[in-house]
C-alpha cells in the first residue's frame, strides 16, 4: 500500500503570484504570514506545505518576478549593439514599473527598502543582473563601444538609472516622464560612432 500526500486543492502559481504582489506592495518585512495567506487563499499550513518558511516563499516569489516580470532584462541583453541592449533595457523598465496591472515599481527594490535578510538577498540578485549586463557590454567595447570603456561603471550607471526611476514609479511618477529619464540617460552612453 502506498501513501500518497493529500493532493493540493489550490493553483500553486495563482498563490504564489499572490504572494509576490503582497511582497511588492509591503515589502518583505512588511509582509505578514497574515497578509500572505489570506492573499493566497490557503491557511498557514498549506502554505509550510507547498512554500516553505516565509523566506523560502519570499525567494520562490522573487525568482517567479524575476521569470516573469523581468523577461525584458534578458531579451535586452540580445539586442546587436551596446546602445540598442541600454536603450531596450530601459524603456522596456520604465515601461515594466508602470504596468497598470501590477503594482507600481519593483519587487526587487521595494522588498529590500525596509532591510533585513531579504535586502541582501535581492541586492546579490540585482547585483547578479549588473554583472551580466556588464558582461555583455564588455563584449561591445572596441566594436560599437569606444576602447577603454568601463564596462562595468556603465552597467552600474544603467542599473542606477532603472532603480531609481522604480523608486519615482513607487511614487507614483508616470510613464512618460520615466521615459524623459531615460531619454537623458542614453545621452550618456557612449558610442564609438560619435
Known sequence: MSLKGRPRE??????????????????????????????????????????????????????????LDMAYAREALGAPTAYAVIEKFLRSNADAITRPDRPPGCLSIQGGLAGGSSAEFLAASRLAGEKALADRLAQAVGVDLPAGTDAAALARYVMVVSEGNAVHAAAGVDRASLHATVDLALRAVPSQLQ
Open 10 to 67: 489550490f493553483d500553486a502559481d495563482a498563490a504564489l503570484d499572490r504572494a509576490t504582489e503582497v511582497f511588492w506592495r509591503q515589502g518583505y518585512e512588511g509582509a505578514s504570514l497574515s497578509d500572505l495567506t489570506a492573499a493566497m487563499g490557503i491557511n498557514r499550513p498549506s502554505m509550510y506545505a507547498a512554500y516553505g518558511n516565509k523566506e523560502q516563499l519570499f525567494r520562490q516569489a522573487v525568482a517567479r518576478y524575476a521569470e
